[in-house]
Structure formats: C-alpha cells, structure tokens
C-alpha cells in the first residue's frame, strides 16, 4: 500500500464512516453545439466527434449574471434539498475551481453567504480538471478526524471565458463546458461507507502543456510570448492527451493494486470527461463493460472541476448508485494533475 491509500483507508481513521447524503448539479442555459463552432472557426461537427466525442456543451452568460459562484450555489441548494439537509447543518464548504469570479472572495464564501450556511469554514481548492477529486480525498480525512460531522463539496468552472472561439483557439475551443455540482457528505457510525483508498499525484514540469498566461512572465521557456493569447486557455493537445492516456490507466492499477481489489470489483469507474477517446483507451486496457464507465461529454464537454460530480449526480438521478457498492472516482488535469478516490456507498 502507498502511503496515499493508508491515509484513506477508513480502518486506521477509526469508527467513524462517510455517507453521500445528497447529490445535484446546475448549468448554465446556452447550449454551445458542433454547429455554432463551425460559424466561429474552420472545423466541422465531423471532425470535433471523431476527435472528442463531443456534440454540444454549456457556455455561462458571466455578463447576464451565470458566474461560477451563482453556478455553484444553484448546485449546492439542489444537493441540500435532496439529502433533506439544512444550509445551517453545514459544518465545512469546499469548492474545487480554477475560476474564481475574483481574485478574493473565494468561491466558498460566497455560495456560505447566498446559500444561508452559519459562520462555518469555506475556502476553494485549485487543482484544475482534478480539483474535485481531491477535494472529496480532504473531506473524508477532515469527517473522519471527529471535527466535522456535514460537509459540502462542490466543483464549479466557468472555463469559457478562457476560451478564444477563433482559428487561433481552436484546439481548446472544441472542448470545453461550464457547469457545476456538488454533494453533500455526512459521518455514519459505519466506518466501512467512505473512502477505502487514494491517490494524488502532481508533476509541475508539466505544467507548461496546459495553461492560462496573465502576463509574460506565465509563459514557459519553450514559447513565445504572444498578447494574443494572455487570460486564454493555451494547450499542447497532443502532450496532454499523451499524459492523460498514460496516467489514467497507470492511477486504475495502483488504486486496484493498493486496495487488492481488480477491476471487476469496482461496480462504477466515475471519470473525468476530457475526451472520450481517453476513457475508451482504460476501457480497453482494463475490460472495463460500458454500464460501468459512463460517458455524458457529448453533452457536457469538459466541464473541469465539475465534471466528476456531474457525472456522479446523473448516475444518482438514474437510479443506477446502489448501498454497498465500490465507485473508483478518477482524474487528470492541468497542473499536471492526476488521482483516483474509492469509495464504498
């Protein structure tokens, strides 16, 4: 066992076990589809399907009011309605995001403050497209400790406002959504429901495949500083899928090789949705059936942080997440960032 998977096992943390009491997700209202693309830039339904499995996704009006924050909030409401949970009930906010509506206040404090939390701990955690992932790892060892006994956890991004929607942009434009959700967490008496093993890994020199520059000085050595790209998402997309491809099939085996389970153990694999030809290749590689690895980025796109939890809330609302159950959540990103959560319902 690594030392990640020892410090999520729920046996050296106690008696005290972690429930998802309660799931929801909000987006944004435009549709941005294959064919509004084409009117922006030189591309093609055809060739954005071949290459991402994406048709359409959500694109926040941030002028009309639809900021990461409100997102955020919208998602975290729903999700206390359906564990039947009162704001006030909260003992913790964590928020994964990379898209503050502002430098300060965080995102937490804001959706503490519309949402009608007490005066409870609330801050965001930046780990790009992984940022969920590793913000549910926390919750459960911050559960598990015995201080908090509720706990919300949401992943907004309103990565849009990053994108340029031109030729010049074109590779990140095909892919990325807004959106956000959220699930709210809850000590049990049963130390078995929770998180069984972890993973979380980060790799800074791969950082310069996948970026947001604010200013010259944010562009690695190896480019050229161009204005045109300054508050734009900018991607080596053949690096990036490289990476993700690798490194996605690598953190499956050492989550399965940590908790000695195998694959057909695990009951649903929730991915990240960067591309479906990624999560086809771990479908592959490890014989993985189709009702366990469901793919929902035809409608979303790469929503970022959001995306686990989107893909968790739709498979709760589905009906298909049962008691008992071992869901191995998974991710990668920018960073680079990667890492898996198991967990038993």
């Not at 991004?157 to 959106?179: C, E, K, P």
């Not at 993973?199 to 200013?215: N, Q, R, T, V, Y």
């Not at 998974?330 to 890492?339: D, E, H, I, N, S």
């Amino acid at each position: 066992m690594t030392d990640q998977s020892r410090a999520g096992s729920s046996g050296s943390l106690g008696s005290i076990g972690v429930e998802i009491a309660g799931t929801a997700m909000h987006l944004p209202s435009t549709k941005l589809t294959n064919h509004d693309l084409e009117q922006m830039m030189d591309t093609s339904d055809e060739w954005i399907i071949k290459r991402t499995g994406i048709h359409t996704r959500r694109r926040a009006d941030i002028a009309g009011g639809e900021t990461t924050s409100v997102l955020a909030s919208e998602a975290m409401r729903k999700a206390l309605e359906n564990a039947k949970i009162d704001p006030k009930d909260l003992d913790l906010l964590l928020v994964a995001t990379m898209t503050c509506d502002s430098p300060t206040p965080s995102i937490g404090c804001i959706v503490a403050r519309e949402i009608g939390c007490r005066d409870i701990g609330a801050m965001d955690i930046n780990a790009a497209c992984s940022g969920f992932l590793y913000t549910i790892c926390m919750a459960d060892a911050m559960i598990r400790s015995g201080q908090y006994k509720t706990v919300g956890v949401i992943g907004a991004d309103t990565v849009t406002r990053h994108i340029d929607y031109s030729n010049f942009g074109r590779g990140a434009a095909i892919l990325f959504g807004d959106g956000a959700g959220a699930m709210v967490l809850r000590a049990t008496d049963d130390p078995s429901i929770g998180m069984i093993s972890h993973e979380m890994h980060a790799d800074g020199h791969g950082a310069k495949h996948l970026f947001i520059p604010s200013c010259e000085i944010d562009f690695p050595e190896e480019a050229e500083f161009d204005e045109r790209k300054l508050d734009k998402v900018q991607m080596n997309g053949q690096a990036v899928f490289k990476f993700a491809v690798t490194k996605f099939q690598e953190v499956i085996q050492e989550t399965l090789t940590d908790s000695g389970l195998t694959a057909d153990d695990i009951d649903h694999f929730v991915c990240h949705q960067a591309n479906s030809r990624i999560l086809d290749s771990a479908r592959e590689r490890f014989g993985i059936p189709e009702e366990k690895l469901l793919v929902n980025i035809q409608k979303y796109g790469n929503t970022v942080g959001a995306s686990i939890p989107i893909v968790f809330d739709e498979l709760m609302s589905e009906g298909k997440l049962k008691k008992g159950q071992k869901v191995m959540f998974l991710a990668f990103g920018a960073g680079l960032t990667w890492g898996s959560s198991l967990w038993q319902l």
